[in-house]
């Protein structure tokens, strides 16, 4: 009987966690600012890390929210800031991991059990949140290659793995605006198999001529196109630009038309 009710107990969790998902699924409408909270964890249990996100303050998330303002004011969005980010306490609990070479099964199963557990882990925010990152801190002298993130626009959550240095600043912002765009409805604008930019999409400036050197990268391509075989990692959020078709991706082009 226990097992049963453990059972009934562990599927109306789910469905309220799904419910809730699908409710956080309708178009943003930009009329007002979404709220982000930022829940710092330590993914490798190093020393680096935990002493780095000890230092972690709400300022440094201030250069984000200040990209996406400037980008939203190129499209004559409506509202100043479009999105509001804000520091959450550190996490102990590891989150599921994204299966690798998952089916379809596979991969819904793990995206019930993420937004089951990001359900049980949402310390609160000064503002309740409409969107949930989870930043995965990684000491870099053990991992010169992070894992891959990822973001879910159905329950508006994501897993950003990042480095635990200083020194990697800049590029950590990118990997978590991108992050967050997908949890908007934005999609990927490169080659899974090579990485360089999908054109004309994956462009910053797809009618620049000469076409290469690209000035920026489109930021849901994340590189910068050097030539047509080549792309660099940009320095941060100020070498990449949000493209025509992602700002359509997640609804600003609309919510300009409807001025």
Do not use: C
Not at 180 to 206: C, I, Q, R, W
Request: aromatic share 10%; glycine share 6%; no cysteine.
């Amino acid at each position: 009987m226990w097992r049963k009710l453990r059972i009934l107990i562990l599927l109306f969790i789910l469905a309220t966690v799904a419910h809730r998902a699908w409710l956080e699924t309708h178009d943003v409408e930009w009329k007002d600012s979404l709220y982000v909270a930022v829940y710092p964890i330590n993914a490798d249990g190093s020393a680096q890390a935990a002493g780095y996100i000890e230092t972690l303050t709400q300022d440094q998330l201030a250069g984000i929210t200040g990209y996406l303002a400037g980008e939203a004011e190129r499209y004559a969005l409506r509202i100043r800031y479009p999105f509001q980010l804000r520091l959450g306490r550190a996490i102990a609990d590891r989150p599921p991991q994204p299966p690798e070479n998952a089916g379809v099964l596979q991969t819904v199963l793990w995206s019930l059990h993420f937004r089951w557990w990001a359900w049980r882990n949402s310390p609160a925010v000064t503002v309740p949140p409409d969107i949930r990152l989870y930043l995965l801190y990684h000491d870099p002298a053990q991992y010169q290659v992070l894992p891959h993130s990822t973001a879910l626009s159905k329950g508006r959550i994501g897993l950003v793995n990042v480095y635990a240095s200083r020194q990697y600043t800049r590029q950590n912002a990118v990997i978590v605006t991108h992050e967050l765009l997908h949890t908007v409805g934005a999609s990927d604008k490169y080659d899974l198999m090579n990485h360089l930019p999908h054109f004309p999409e994956g462009y910053a400036e797809p009618e620049k001529q000469p076409l290469y050197p690209q000035d920026y990268a489109e930021l849901m391509a994340g590189r910068i196109l050097v030539s047509d075989n080549k792309a660099e990692i940009p320095d941060g959020l100020t070498h990449t630009l949000i493209g025509e078709q992602t700002a359509a991706e997640i609804g600003w082009l609309a919510a300009q038309e409807d001025r």
